[in-house]
């Protein structure tokens, strides 16, 4: 269905996008003391989950996640590489932020292009871009019993370069200028904003006039 | 296809229900320190988290909140709203107490009736009404890590209220005598008996013989 | 749909499976000091989540949980008898682990069947199995703001029961010998594989080289 890439590219890129997310999945796990079916639980909701809420929405059923065997092979590849060196796949933590950033820029231009191709709106494509490239993450702090990393005040932000980038799809559908340049484009861009917010440490701020939380909280309010 | 209301009114009235349930999740934010993103996040999940997942069980895809972008940017309005004038909100807590009942009472009904539309049952409508009145709040407590409220046993009665008006409006169904003025009654029965929950302190009982709690657990038993 | 069985004989087995399933959900509301509002949503959720989900994911809408009656008032018979009886149902504590295995082996089976039935691959289908199976556990442990069983390192082994039952189902039908007598038997496994992993504590490992936990987690490592 996707015209404006050639498949196996497409494709590729999809498995790297899940697999990156899967490693955070199954690091979470090992940190939260899991056994390993609880990491490959864990690593195949953070890699399919945002894929399987936009299909279940859009209606695309069944979901790629369960259409395409690599889709569900490539996180238990990602839980058995963590199982047997997860003390190395911690060392290179950067590594893993890096890729995490690369599957979100490329989950949030993906996502938004496939809402857009089933009929819906551009604004509502742009939150369902953003919801693939952050749900995965998501469902895996609730299932973990975590907040949600893309809630907290503590993190760097996560939502603002999948809305730039899943916006500038967007722009790029409303003015039939999208193609494989301008797609990737679009992607970079996430990944830049997101790697500049690491790099950093860019917040989003929080409410204004937070007084009535003061002595709990003294750190400056945003 | 709901022929029961003018259409614009309908509308109307589902647009305050998100709105107030959305203003509940982005005051829960700003309590659990979120950014202004986890309040967009929690807002939008509050707001539309119900009727999303009754539009995915009866098969109403792509669902309403992502057909209407009035749906999708009322609860951005309701975070905007928050985010700048959150302690005036939150000492109108009461008033949204109230307009969080009225949006309880409202979805109750409109949900009951857009599954019986879509060919479940009787029964199984009200099910889909309740869980469209309550699921955006599990959703938005259930994302913040926190216990949802509608299972607490020390918080006012919010199932019975929901389950009565969705199940008036499956009395009103089954004897063919729905109509705007009897739907509206139904709402405002639910609405009146969430009210009254919390004017009176009204609580639902707990499991009988709760002996082995007793140390950790001294107030008496329901 | 199901030509492998009986009808009666399938819909009698998966009211047993829900059933154990609800009262399992309700007795964890009993012992978060949820009202019996909390009992029932927690015993439907765990009764029904995992059948829901995957009659979701292959776009069997509305899922049989809302089609069937039966399926619905299931757990609210659970919960009634949790409600009035808790203390002696605490006490029958290892009938109820029994009965959740049975209703694991029967799940797993049934939903591999289903899911293939809908035209989803053989992996895909023993995924939605293990789905079907442990979703609903998964569910109750998430509303009730647990980290999921499914997850822990210290739970005898729930996921690897439900992956040989579902696999031996995915064999079968490979190699077209599914028929009443080896479903039962796959099921059987399945369930005998569970009591054996909670008479002798069978649990599955934990990822290598653990080193970095030491000083908070003093077990040995898997």
Redesign the interface.
Known sequence: MNTYFDPSVQHALDLVGIFVFAISGALL??R???????????A?ATGLGGG?FRD????S???AA??D?GY??TPLLATAL???L??VV?RINYAVLVFDAAGLGLFCATGTLK?HQ????L??SV??GLATAAGGG?LRD???????Q????DRE????PAIVGAGTVALLLRTSTLNAATMSAAALLAFALRMLSLRYGW???????????RTA?TSAS?
């Open positions: 796990a090992v939260k003391n899991f056994d390993v079916f609880g990491m490959a639980t864990l195949e399987l279940v929405v859009i209606g059923v069944p979901p369960f259409e065997l569900f092979l963590v199982f047997f997860h003390p911690e809402a089933y009929g819906l709106s604004p509502a939150a369902l998501m609730v299932l973990a019993n975590e907040v949600p893309l809630l907290r005040w932000m996560y939502a603002v917040r989003a701020p929080r409410a204004w006039h937070r007084t009535s939380r909280d945003g």
